[in-house]
């Protein structure tokens, strides 16, 4: 076979095999025909660098260092005999495998050390062990002290939260299934943060597979790229509104023209008709994304690291969500002032809510 003709299929087969970015097309697309319908210059399209501005910070920034509480363990091992579960738990956290726990699974550990600790707490108080009772419950408190940093921990050193929560290359699909385990794992996981220390942390066998389903979700990170990506489109259409009706309005008169109802056609057949339903998936997954990260960054003794890039993210203004929100408001607006001054808008006479058949 011709080597050049070999290259060819082998670059076509690559090409197939890419998943197609129809988040990001459908974009360029509504971009490119709002222009055409305006007769004015084509719109900047979406640059990908522009996502840096989201980039997680370097993990060793997010960590909290915990000093490592030290006590009489062999004292405590031989004394404890009337406690057994406590003794097992402090076995295995000296055991080779207890020194090698991962900071979610050490989240679980704590929380399942204080249960036995306030379990043994209690059965020496009817036994009348004040002493050892004494070094236990010192014990209990300066735990439940770490509590909150030990969270964070948990989760900055996570692979499976750095994942969800670092930016994708592609925006999320336009028939993207529900997310509904990932973004109850987040709910959840500041919910647990947030009821510290009044309320343990789980076992592993509850916290695993909140920190799983992160995992295996692709779509925390795309939803960051198609929200700066619409943000994006979304201002750059309302700038090619806004402009074109200063410079050379569509009906300058307040009757509708032809290059008015050119742009009705692209408001119902290309906004209403195909972006809108995208932007209301976008939408309805980033409310629930949003209000879950603002709920961890307001846990106690959370990073600065932490803090400034949840707050990048999903801070009631001036992030990522409120950036977001802002632009689709000003879209609807611009297109709002431009049908109104054709008396071409919902509730006008001119109003067709079905698009032409004339592709634009």
């Known amino acids: ?24 097309a459908l974009q360029t697309d509504y971009l490119k025909r709002l222009s055409n319908a305006l007769d004015v210059e ?58 090698q726990l991962t900071p979610s699974s050490r989240l679980a550990y704590e929380g399942d050390l204080l249960r036995t600790l306030d379990s043994c ?88 597979p909140l920190f799983f389903a992160l995992h295996a979700s692709d779509q925390g990170g795309q939803l960051i790229t198609s929200l700066a990506s619409l943000t994006h489109t979304l201002n750059q259409g309302s700038a090619l509104l806004e402009s074109r009706q200063q410079a050379r309005p569509l009906c300058p008169i307040g009757k509708a023209t032809e290059r008015g109802r050119i742009a009705q056609n692209i408001f119902v057949k290309y906004y209403a ?35 400034h890039y949840l707050a990048r993210l999903s801070a009631q203004d001036a992030s990522l969500w409120a950036d977001f929100q802002q632009a689709t408001k000003r879209h609807v607006r611009s297109w709002q002032r431009l049908l109104n001054s054709c008396g071409l808008a919902p509730g006008q006479s001119g109003w067709h809510g079905n698009a032409a058949n004339t592709d634009q």
């Open 273 to 307: 008709g195909r972006l809108q339903p995208y932007l209301a998936q976008v939408d309805q997954r980033g409310q629930r994304w949003s209000n879950s990260l603002q709920r961890l960054s307001r846990v106690e003794q959370i990073p600065p690291a932490s803090q």
């Open 42 to 99: 084509q719109a900047a399209p979406f640059n990908p660098s522009e996502l840096t501005r989201y980039r997680l910070p370097a993990r060793r920034e997010r960590l909290i260092e915990i000093p490592e509480l030290r006590i009489s363990l062999l004292e405590l091992l031989v004394e404890v005999r009337r406690c057994p579960a406590l003794q097992q738990q402090i076995s295995l956290r000296n055991s080779s495998l207890g020194k």
């Open 1 to 24: 076979m011709n080597a050049r003709l070999l290259l060819l299929i082998t670059t076509l087969c690559l090409y197939a095999c890419t998943p197609a970015d129809d988040g990001l």
């Open 121 to 208: 707490i209690e059965h020496l108080r009817e036994q009348k062990q004040q002493q050892l009772r004494g070094t236990l419950e010192q014990l209990a408190q300066d735990k439940r002290a770490q509590l909150h940093a030990v969270f964070w921990n948990a989760l900055n050193a996570s692979p499976e939260v750095e994942r969800y929560l670092r930016f994708a290359k592609l925006a999320l699909p336009m028939d993207a299934m529900e997310d509904d385990a990932a973004l109850d794992a987040l709910a959840q996981l500041a919910n647990i943060g947030n009821s510290l220390p009044a309320s343990l942390p789980p076992s592993a066998e509850q916290l695993d």
